[in-house]
T-cell receptor
Framework: EPEVTQTPSHQVTQMGQEVILRCVPI?????FYWYRQILGQKVEFLVS????????KSEIFDDQFSVERPDGSNFTLKIRSTKLEDSAMYFC?????????????FGPGTRLTVL | KQEVTQIPAALSVPEGENLVLNCSFT??????LQWFRQDPGKGLTSLLL?????REQTSGRLNASLDKSSGRSTLYIAASQPGDSATYLC????????????FGTGTLLAVQP
């Protein structure tokens, strides 16, 4: 069964460093998302991406964050200068999205630890 | 602004019990509702998706119901097993074109052998 994959599973970085989190959505899906979950808190939306551009972003998604779909398969989240409070699980999700097919499928997540 | 609440926050039951997890949402104009399972430190596994036109959806020992008018959904787990121990999350798509999900805080379920 097709699935969303994410790499790496765990990333440890120093504060101020850049990190890139990678996702491979399900191949025929059209909408892509990043969410994050700080330990013990709700899963919260970061950004959605459709047709090679950002369709919506949350207040969290400031200038330090960017997303890219550099080829037909990968979807990346870049954090330019990490802060301690960026430590969280980051989930990628994708959806085909038509009238009867709007279930979101999530990847296993990347645990980001900022020291 | 859509808000999703789940009660109880935590639940511990002996193996074999039937149980109900609750989810409520403030804006009833939803397209669907999704239930997820999350094991500790792991990703989100989609369990059931109920479309707004449906009242119930079943998968094995799981049954989810949806009452849009009252802003509620329940997840019924029959004959619980220790392997069901996990956090269960419900989520609804926000209004707007992007279908982003708004999550509840989850119910942490422990099934004791």
């Amino acid at each position: 069964e097709p699935e969303v994959t994410q790499t790496p599973s765990h990333q440890v970085t120093q504060m101020g460093q850049e990190v890139i989190l990678r996702c491979v959505p399900i191949s025929n899906h059209l909408y892509f998302y990043w969410y994050r979950q700080i330990l013990g808190q709700k899963v919260e939306f970061l950004v959605s991406f459709y047709n090679n551009e950002i369709s919506e972003k949350s207040e969290i998604f400031d200038d330090q964050f960017s997303v890219e779909r550099p080829d037909g398969s990968n979807f990346t989240l870049k954090i330019r200068s990490t802060k301690l409070e960026d430590s969280a699980m980051y989930f990628c999700a994708s959806i085909y999205r038509d009238r009867g097919n709007n279930e979101q499928f999530f990847g296993p997540g990347t645990r980001l630890t900022v020291l | 602004k859509q808000e999703v609440t789940q009660i109880p926050a935590a639940l511990s039951v002996p193996e074999g019990e039937n149980l109900v997890l609750n989810c409520s949402f403030t804006d009833s104009a939803i397209y669907n509702l999704q239930w997820f399972r999350q094991d500790p430190g792991k990703g989100l596994t989609s369990l059931l998706l109920i479309q707004s036109s449906q009242r119930e959806q079943t998968s094995g020992r799981l049954n989810a119901s949806l009452d849009k008018s009252s802003g509620r959904s329940t997840l019924y787990i029959a004959a619980s097993q220790p392997g069901d121990s996990a956090t269960y999350l419900c989520a609804v798509p926000d209004r707007g074109a992007t279908n982003k999900l708004i999550f509840g805080t989850g119910t942490l379920l422990a099934v004791q052998p």
